[in-house]
């Protein structure tokens, strides 16, 4: 799987000459880019711990986390599928369990998303 996802991102991790993400002067390959945020994902560790397990300053990892959370981030529209009637759905959710204003699951986990725009 992370080679699939390395697959869909690795043009927007890599760096042209003049903007190279490095630490000690080596360029940082795309893959140890998604790994190391993969890592961050599944741990919630500290900037300073990972950047300690990659032997990398903290500001390089701040800035792998951001710019491969946004390549991540672009590939909703691929594996995310909102409804086209959502109130109908909340509407069935809601004859369901009574759980109101819902529109999906994902694995039984209550994910809160706000969106300013949506006033159902």
Known sequence: MVLNVLEQIDLELEYSN???IHSKNN??????????TLRFYATGG????????????ISTV?????????????????????????????VRF????????TI???EGTHI???NQ???I
């Open 27 to 36: 360029s940082i390959s795309p893959m140890n880019q998604l790994l190391m």
């Open 18 to 20: 003049d903007m190279l």
């Open 62 to 90: 701040s800035r792998i986390l951001v710019r491969t959370s946004e390549a991540i981030a672009k590939l909703y529209p691929r594996y995310i599928k909102m409804p086209e009637d959502t109130v109908g759905e909340q």
């Open 117 to 119: 725009d949506l006033y």
């Open 94 to 101: 809601y004859d369901i369990a009574r759980f109101p204003r």
């Open 104 to 106: 999906g699951v994902v």
């Open 46 to 57: 500290h900037l300073n711990s990972l950047a300690d397990f990659g032997g990398m300053d």
């Open 112 to 114: 809160k998303i706000k």
